[in-house]
């Protein structure tokens, strides 16, 4: 790997965005020459007033067309909502594009948008990386890496608890949380077609252990307030969406081989009383020998483990570019990266 200073572009100053654009400052192997956001508050602002640092003499921009123009190694693409375009155009335009809202790996559901991705790479004569918390990491590459420690493996179970009340974010209102339960179970919301985004990570398991995901199957489980619950957006009345369980199944050779849990919580105050704890994310391997791993915050003042997943989202993008950038065109999976030496994380 060389030492050389890669210039970014931070696409996006949301909650992921800040983290991998505060890295970007104080990491040396990294040069900041561009940043973009879509809030007219931010507009002209320069960028260490948005992550409460010191100047930095680099101004937030909504010019689209001056961000294609820099000249930049990698731009790190975290827009709420992915626009593979946009992508595109960046990858086009020389730069490479690692990515939190992916696609993260190649399956199916994300051919089309792949196959475009691709053609750009070719173009430009650049790389892709999606990456993330989960998707992207802890149903993937890590479980992954766990396998070299087993004799023979039945299920893996991967579980991430976010207890949302603690770490409020924009996807309490996005998630439904609040609503009636049959609402939020006859109503489209933003889980539609999660699935097909995690199997991404799951297919990268099935398919690293060799075998094919033959069917994915859903289950979704609500738990309701038992009181009203006050957060900073608003109130959580009792008898609504409180809690929600997300299960999703990857089955090969006839049987269930990578089973997610997703379960996101308003704090614990709700029926079912799930009694999940603090936030954390817990990888369970079924088989010879058995195992399991916890990945969780070291605890606040108060012994709380907050959760780290939205952090974690922005540095894995965030150390993973010099590697990217020095890879061959094309999408980049786990698979090509293989192991990934961040730089400029040792420093005074
Ligand atoms: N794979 C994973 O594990 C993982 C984990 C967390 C998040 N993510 C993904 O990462 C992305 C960023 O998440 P986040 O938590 O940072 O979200 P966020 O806090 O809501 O920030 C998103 C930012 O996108 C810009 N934006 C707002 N509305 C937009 C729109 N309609 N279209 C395009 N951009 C818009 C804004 O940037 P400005 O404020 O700069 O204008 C906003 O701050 C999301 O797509 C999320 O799904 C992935």
């Given at each position: 790997?060389?030492?050389?200073t890669?210039?970014?572009?931070?696409w996006?100053?949301?909650?992921?965005?800040?983290?991998?654009?505060r890295h970007f400052v104080e990491?040396?192997?990294f040069?900041?020459?561009?940043?973009l956001?879509?809030?007219?508050?931010?507009?002209?602002k320069d960028?260490?007033?948005?992550?409460?640092?010191?100047?930095?003499g680099v101004?937030?921009?909504?010019?689209v067309?001056?961000?294609?123009a820099?000249?930049?190694?990698?731009?790190h693409f975290a827009?709420?909502?992915q626009?593979i375009d946009?992508?595109?155009?960046?990858?086009?335009?020389?730069?490479?594009?690692?990515?939190p809202v992916?696609?993260?790996?190649?399956?199916?559901?994300?051919?089309?948008?792949v196959e475009?991705?691709?053609?750009a790479c070719?173009?430009?004569?650049?790389?892709?990386h999606g990456?993330?918390?989960?998707?992207g990491f802890?149903?993937d590459?890590?479980?992954m890496t766990?396998?070299?420690l087993?004799d023979?493996?039945?299920?893996?179970q991967?579980?991430?608890?976010?207890?949302?009340?603690r770490?409020?974010?924009?996807?309490?209102?996005f998630?439904?949380f609040g609503l009636?339960?049959e609402v939020l179970?006859?109503?489209?919301?933003?889980?539609?077609?999660?699935?097909?985004?995690f199997?991404?990570?799951?297919a990268l398991?099935v398919?690293?252990?060799?075998?094919?995901?033959e069917n994915?199957?859903?289950k979704?489980?609500?738990?309701?307030a038992?009181n009203?619950?006050a957060?900073?957006g608003?109130?959580?009345?009792a008898?609504?969406?409180?809690?929600?369980?997300?299960?999703?199944?990857a089955?090969?050779?006839?049987?269930?081989?990578?089973?997610y849990?997703?379960y996101?919580?308003?704090?614990?105050?709700?029926?079912?009383a799930w009694?999940?704890?603090d936030?954390r994310?817990r990888?369970?391997?079924?088989?010879?020998?058995?195992?399991?791993l916890?990945?969780?915050a070291t605890?606040?003042?108060?012994g709380?483990?907050?959760?780290l997943g939205?952090?974690?989202?922005?540095?894995l993008g965030?150390?993973?570019?010099?590697?990217?950038?020095e890879?061959?065109?094309g999408?980049?999976t786990?698979?090509?990266?293989?192991?990934?030496?961040p730089?400029g994380?040792?420093?005074?």
């Open positions: 790997m060389s030492q050389k890669y210039r970014v572009i931070q996006a100053t949301g909650t992921v965005g800040k983290v991998s654009l990491n040396p192997a040069e900041l020459v561009g940043v956001v879509t809030n007219p508050e931010k507009v002209g960028t260490g007033d948005i992550i409460g640092l010191p100047p930095t101004l937030a921009t909504d010019d067309e001056a961000i294609l820099l000249e930049a190694d990698c731009v827009p709420l909502v626009d946009m992508v595109c155009r960046l990858l086009r335009s020389g730069k490479n594009v690692v990515s992916g696609p993260v790996y190649p399956t199916p559901a994300f051919s089309a948008d475009k991705i691709e053609a070719k173009d430009g004569g650049t790389s892709f990456c993330g918390i989960h998707p802890v149903g590459i890590l479980p766990l396998t070299r087993m023979r493996i039945d299920r893996i991967v579980y991430e608890i976010a207890d949302k009340l770490n409020p974010s924009v996807y309490i209102e998630m439904g009636d339960p179970s006859t109503q489209p919301n933003c889980m539609e077609g999660a699935m097909y985004a199997a991404q990570s799951m398991v398919e690293g252990l060799g075998k094919t995901i994915l199957t859903e979704h489980e609500i738990a309701t038992r009203d619950i957060y900073p608003g109130v959580i009345r008898g609504t969406v409180a809690g929600q369980h997300w299960e999703w199944t089955w090969a050779d006839g049987a269930p081989l990578i089973v849990h997703l996101y919580l308003m704090g614990d105050d709700m029926e079912p009694n999940l704890g936030s994310h990888i369970v391997i079924e088989g010879n020998p058995a195992m399991e916890t990945l969780m605890a606040d003042a108060d709380r483990h907050p959760f939205i952090t974690w989202t922005g540095l965030a150390t993973a570019i010099p590697q990217v950038c890879a061959a065109p999408m980049v786990h698979f090509d990266l293989g192991v990934v030496r730089q994380l040792v420093r005074p």
